[in-house]
């Protein structure tokens, strides 16, 4: 399977990006949905899920109310809408797929298939 994230750019904080991860090989529905992010000298940090039964969403408290993951299954392709963008959110975003149990859904090793990243710089 290949994920290709797209999407990244520069944004002035308060801005708004949409990131798309476009899923070939597999069909997206038979899996949880993540984006996580890493930001530079941290580690990568889960950002948001969209479970693959039922379409109920979780997020980072850091994104909630700013940040809305959803996904096109015609298109067989994931988005991160990111609205209110800060600073602090400037990372490279990863978009993922996998099936994990309820309490790994933060956890990297919950999922299965990894696309490259695309980098989301916030100026201030």
């Known amino acids: 399977v290949q994920l290709q994230a797209s999407g990244g750019g520069l944004v002035q904080a308060g801005g708004s990006l949409r990131l798309s991860c476009a899923a070939s090989?597999?069909?997206?529905?038979?899996?949880?949905v993540g984006w996580f992010r890493q930001g530079l000298g941290k580690e990568r940090e889960f950002v948001a899920n969209?479970?693959?039964?039922?379409?109920?969403?979780y997020y980072n408290e850091a994104v909630k109310g700013r940040f809305t993951i959803s996904r096109d299954n015609a298109r067989n392709t994931v988005y991160l809408q990111m609205n209110s963008l800060e600073p602090e959110d400037t990372a490279i975003y990863y978009c993922?797929?996998?099936?994990?149990?309820?309490?790994?859904?933060?956890?990297?090793?919950?999922?299965?298939?990894w696309g490259q990243g695309t980098l989301v710089t916030v100026s201030s």
């Open positions: 090989g597999r069909t997206l529905s038979a899996y949880d």
């Open positions: 969209l479970r693959r039964n039922g379409g109920r969403t």
């Open positions: 993922t797929i996998g099936t994990p149990i309820l309490s790994a859904i933060r956890q990297e090793g919950g999922y299965l298939h």
